[in-house]
């Protein structure tokens, strides 16, 4: 018993992603990448969704290349996609809409 909800039937996966339509199905997880302006820009991008996913208890896996980031969510626990990887997914979009 891990306390986290549990794993999305593809169904459920469809449509959360018809409304996120910045990521992408990748195997067990969701993706995105962003190019933000600048590799400060980038980092405080990061810098606020580190706040988020501690409020959340959930990380997202993040590939920090100059600006260009690439966000990696599943829920490990679970081994899968749950509701807090989009949860987490439309808070990532509103840093980047704040931040990029
Ligand atoms: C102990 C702690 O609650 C767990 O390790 C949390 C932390 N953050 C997490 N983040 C993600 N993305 N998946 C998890 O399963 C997960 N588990």
Redesign the pocket.
């Known amino acids: 018993m891990?306390?986290?909800p549990a794993l999305l039937t593809e169904d459920e996966i469809t449509a959360a992603l018809t409304a996120l339509p910045d990521w992408t199905r990748e195997g067990d997880s969701i993706t995105r990448t962003v190019e933000a302006s600048s590799f400060p820009a980038a980092i405080r991008i990061v810098d606020s969704i580190a706040v988020t996913?501690e409020q959340?208890?959930?990380?997202?896996?993040i590939d920090i290349r100059w600006r260009t980031l690439r966000f990696v969510?599943?829920?490990?626990?679970?081994g899968g996609l749950t509701s807090?990887?989009f949860t987490?997914a439309g808070k990532i979009d509103e840093a980047v809409r704040a931040g990029a």
């Open positions: 891990s306390g986290r996913s959340m208890d959930h990380h997202p896996d969510l599943l829920t490990h626990s679970e807090l990887d987490l």
